[in-house]
């Protein structure tokens, strides 16, 4: 609440939601870890959404599709605000095309949907169509790494953080932010929500 106050998303009265805090009829919890640089995220998109992979060799296949997935992985996270694991355990029949929507179990087994733009959409088809391994329960987000040894195996939640690291390096250069995360897109995808709607509970769906 004080974060959409200081942002002047949601008029929140700062005296009162303090009294509600010291009377214990709502509990402030601990202090948040997220880290949200807004201005680095925007230059993030703006890289992603003008970035196009080029398909080199046959030898040079496997960076023309992590290059893919990881443009894919970015437009998801920024449109879905989907948590880290919830893209881990993304399936390909998972996404409905036409809907442009997913199901998904979130925090404390909490069923709910995700929904998708156009953009990461057409990203996630350009990924796969590059991939293929598009049966039905194929991972949407799969390794493509040696490790991996050819089988279609989901990327874990670490690999999910450091196609964030690397995508931040590509776009901020110099200015590159280690602090910016997976979770800080998440954040940003609750902050556009309530920005366009000026509803905070739809955005506290998220």
Request: hydrophobic share 35%.
């Amino acid at each position: 609440y004080r974060h959409c106050a200081t942002l002047r998303l949601a008029n929140v009265s700062s005296d009162r939601l303090g009294g509600l805090i010291k009377n214990g009829r709502c509990l402030e919890g601990p202090k948040s870890k997220i880290h949200f640089n807004e201005d680095g995220i925007s230059r993030i998109l703006s890289f992603v959404e003008k970035w196009k992979p080029r398909q080199g060799n046959k030898r040079n296949h496997r960076t023309y599709v992590r290059q893919l997935r990881a443009k894919a992985y970015i437009l998801t996270l920024r449109s879905s605000g989907m948590r880290v694991h919830e893209m881990s355990k993304l399936r390909v029949k998972d996404i409905d095309f036409t809907e442009g929507t997913a199901p998904i179990i979130g925090k404390g087994d909490k069923q709910g949907v995700v929904m998708f733009n156009q953009e990461a959409l057409d990203a996630i088809q350009a990924y796969w169509q590059a991939r293929g391994d598009l049966f039905p329960d194929a991972p949407a987000f799969m390794r493509h790494d040696p490790g991996g040894n050819g089988k279609s195996l989901p990327i874990r939640p670490s690999t999910g953080q450091n196609i964030v690291h690397m995508v931040a390096k590509m776009a901020l250069g110099a200015d590159y932010d280690p602090k910016i995360t997976v979770h800080a897109f998440r954040h940003n995808a609750v902050t556009m929500v309530l920005r366009i709607t000026g509803n905070l509970v739809k955005a506290q769906e998220y």
